[in-house]
């Protein structure tokens, strides 16, 4: 069972300010109708990202959901997330090809360069690093999905270097020195 | 005329020379998009006159991007197809008329080495995918395309007939049950009610396997004519398709197609004259949950709710979605009907063996050269499918085992790889059919670490109502990682088989009860592994980390300091141009240092 909860002690307190008339389309188009939870809850995280918390409450009380009842889904299916990510979705494939093909370097490696943990957001809220169950281009593995471009056949050292520049373009166009990742 | 002289040519202009560019999700992942791109720039630039066109999946990934050239010659499909050779490819073939016969992987006009891979299969579900652009359902219908319930309509067949067809033909359930699908269909006929369902399970979880998505990219109004089919004979009036999120481009030719189906008049009121018969299909997306692929975890979900498998008795046939009588069947499954209904029962029994009848389309992935999608007919070796159609191993390597069933199936060792693929026979071995995942292993690939890859799979998808399911997977999977880290006892096999059987006894849905199976499938085949981890600290595949040792080999060490600097707990000692020493007791055996010797001077063991 994945276990995924909000610690409420130790994270930091998200300060973004959530502008919800972002879901008012979503909502009337789907409040009132049976089985809505989770395209709602897909739609409202394709507006932000993730589905901040005054996102939830404000569900809950414009189309009469229980939040008790939402929290319990948004928890439930991988795809939700509940706190707020990276500019860059890092995927790396950890279907069974892949495995073989030894994709944990290919996740040692950017969880050494980019100094978070799977799963987590670097500072910079650049990347996010996530491990998948599956791509399906399993005959390029070991693969790695960065927004919508696919990276395959890779080691760690590659994948390191991808990242790399993505950083260094990213930096550039803010005018900033490329600092070592 | 006399003998072997050739027809004279048709006066009538020869049809525009076409180019056709695989744009599958792993076309578009190894480089189609742009090699699409740049033919259709050279086009425009040189006015080039061809007509480019967008196919899907052909199924052999291993070429990809592919480009077929079909010319007043012949047709030509090239592989390996980058922006570079599109150049190359364009400026011979097009232009000087010269096809560039050493790209070539299949022709109609001579032999190529990969002609192997397609001679043995038999394209009943992906008959079109790799043929029409998936996006036009004109070019769907010029190859008998929505023939099937036009057949249906027009002769009036009625909707007994149509299950009594789907009955004869043997066909069972693809998406790894096996159940009878014409005995499903019946049952959910039988149940009355004002409203019934058909769903189409798009959600294709199993790691490794991704018939389905090619499937539903390259050839989407197959599913959609099998469900109207379907709807037909059991009298549905609503349809959903569940699609994995993860599958963004087969939910936008879905949309596509369902457009197109609703403009014609294939979805609707009173579908093609047949009078009260009124059906349409929507999409809902999943949102990544492995247990959804239950049948009643999936009508939980598209419900809106967490989505965990309830018990049956009911079945979905008799209360399913929003509790009226709902039929489910996999992508592949809807996707054979049509054809059953146009070719008729026997043509599609003609293949296969005894007990399962007709073709299953495979994902041939791992360690194997030629890794891609075949439909083969059912009864063919393991053997034949990975050594005749997939090329044997990678590196010339020993064939180790194959993994079918994905984390709910087992690990075949080479010793059974003359088994025949069907359902009754795979199960024997301990594995499962599954989905078709076909993941190849070699003898680099540790048996205990692939059971302890899809236990954590399992765990972590275990929805946690089952305490057996949801404790026990966890427990067993604390096992398998001290095994692997070189701390396994006396006693953990046995252990695991305890668990194993309480997992699979006290389970409600499939997802518990197979999931000890990787475990015990090669717990069967390869006890020997597992005992070489537990008792001699060792990992004879070379794969887990904490049970190798390094040492540097005197011979050929030359002193460069590269893998000394590169040492993250600085263990390793020497002068340049000295042989380097690795001080085995700080050494955490990360392998940083045998990845990057450049003269194979550190040794594993």
Known sequence: ?181 | MKPGERMPRQSEPMEKTKVIVGLGSCGIAAGAGKTYEKIRQLRESEGLDFELKKTSCVGMCYREPLVEVIDESGTYLYGEIDEARAIELIDKHIVNKEPVRELVVQSDLFDTPDQEFLGSQVKIALRNCGYIDPESIEEYESRQGYASIRKIAEDGISREQVIRTVLDSGLRGRGGGGFPTGLKWRFAFNAVSPEKYIICNADEGDPGAFMDRSLLEGDPHSVLEGMIIGAYAIGATGGVIYCRAEYPLAIKRLRIALNQARAKGYLGQDILGLPGFHFDIYIKEGAGAFVCGEETALIASVEGERGMPRKRPPFPAEAGLWGKPTNINNVETWANIPWIISHGPEAYARYGTEKSKGTKVFALAGKIKRSGLVEVPMGITLRDVIFKLGGGIQKDRKFKAVQMGGPSGGCIPEHLADTIVDYDSVNATGAIMGSGGMVVMDETTCMVDVAKFFLDFTQKESCGKCTFCRIGTKRMLEILIRITEGQGREGDIEKLEVLAQEIKNNSLCGLGQTAPNPVLTTLRYFRDEYEAHIRDKKCPAKVCKQLLTYTIDPEKCTGCMVCAKKCPVQCISGERKQVHFIDQEACIACGECFSRCRFDAVIVN
């Open chain 1, 1 to 181: 069972m994945r276990v995924q909860r909000l610690d409420h002690r130790s994270a930091p307190e998200v300060t973004d300010a959530v502008d919800l008339s972002r879901i008012e389309s979503l909502i009337e188009k789907y409040r009132g109708r049976k089985g809505s939870t989770i395209p709602l809850l897909q739609g409202a995280q394709d507006e932000y990202g993730y589905i901040p918390r005054e996102v939830f409450n404000h569900l809950a009380l414009r189309c009469g959901i229980e939040l008790s009842e939402m929290y319990g889904v948004a928890t439930f299916y991988a795809q939700f997330r509940l706190q707020p990510v990276g500019r860059y979705i890092i995927k790396v494939c950890h279907g069974t090809a892949c495995h073989v093909q030894n994709a944990n370097k290919i996740t040692d490696a950017l969880v050494e360069a980019l100094g978070v943990a799977d799963g987590e957001t670097t500072e910079d809220r650049l990347f996010t690093l996530e491990s998948v169950a599956c791509l399906g281009c399993c005959s390029l593995a070991p693969v790695m999905m960065i927004g919508e471009e696919t990276f395959g056949k890779l080691t760690g050292p590659e994948a390191v270097k991808i990242v790399k520049n993505i950083r260094i373009k990213e930096n550039e166009a803010r005018g900033e020195d490329a600092p070592s990742i």
